[in-house]
């Protein structure tokens, strides 16, 4: 699918979300759109992208497809400056992309694996959102939304000492991008769910059972979060938000 502008593009908000072709990425791209947002999708796979699209536009939304790898830079720089030349604006910055490996303990997770973790969840996220601030900054406004964890607030055993690095990091990076960049009427909103129902939870060593991820969060509650977000007044910042399903198993 081309990045070709909607009829009613000049009429619309546009929304760039990463790892939008599934989980809460693609949950987020579709609240956007059912509020009339024009989303731009990005995401490794190119096919399960256009699955997701078409799942948007068949219920009424406006959306593209823009096959990116956020861990190179240089890609994620002339992704933004793509949207930026086909729709002359990026209102709002999801990003969703991340991942966790099976061996997550200091005795068995590799050199490799670290690397993979911290270039996706922490640099790509960097990436994209060096790759959105010009055009934001000359706007004068723009939001971002980063998808962290419970785990960038809350240590544990589970998620492992990369994830869980990585997820801190977004969290601290987001609050320094709201330090520095409210002068130029920039924000930036820090995700930090605890369990969602999505499939990066059956890559864990000991996936959860069907009945455990039925009572945890589920994609399009984030998604109704993301949306929430994104709507709020300019002149409103949601700093972070910490949330979780009421049966968390994080305390058990």
């Not at 997770?109 to 060096?130: F, P, Q, Y």
């Not at 000359?138 to 964890?149: D, E, F, L, P, T």
Request: with cysteine; net charge neutral; hydrophobic share 50%.
């Amino acid at each position: 699918m081309s990045l070709a502008a909607a009829p009613d593009a000049a009429a619309r908000r546009v929304a760039w979300v990463t790892g939008a072709g599934t989980g809460i990425g693609l949950a987020g791209a579709q609240a956007l759109a059912e509020g009339g947002w024009h989303v731009l999708l990005s995401g490794r796979r190119e096919d399960v992208l256009a699955q997701a699209c078409a799942q948007i536009a068949a219920r009424g939304g406006s959306c593209a497809a823009l096959a990116l790898d956020v861990v190179d830079a240089s890609a994620a720089e002339a992704a933004a400056q793509q949207i930026a030349a086909r729709h002359g604006r990026i209102d709002l910055l999801v990003n969703a992309a991340g991942i966790n490996v099976q061996r997550r303990s200091w005795a068995d997770c590799s050199a490799a694996d670290w690397e993979r973790v911290l270039d996706i969840n922490l640099k790509g996220t960097v990436h994209t959102m060096r790759a959105v601030l010009p055009m934001m900054r000359a706007a004068g406004g723009g939001a971002i939304i980063n998808v962290a964890s419970w785990a960038g607030r809350f240590t544990a055993a589970m998620p492992g000492a990369a994830y869980t690095a990585s997820k801190s990091a977004v969290a601290a990076l987001t609050h320094e991008f709201n330090i520095e960049e409210f002068r130029h009427g920039l924000r930036a909103c820090c995700l930090l769910p605890a369990e969602v129902a999505t499939p990066i939870l059956k890559q864990r060593p000991v996936p959860p059972s069907d009945e455990d991820m039925a009572r945890m969060l589920q994609p399009q509650d984030l998604g109704r979060t993301i949306a929430f977000v994104a709507n709020m007044p300019a002149h409103v910042c949601m700093n972070e938000i910490l949330i979780s399903p009421t049966w968390n198993r994080m305390f058990l």
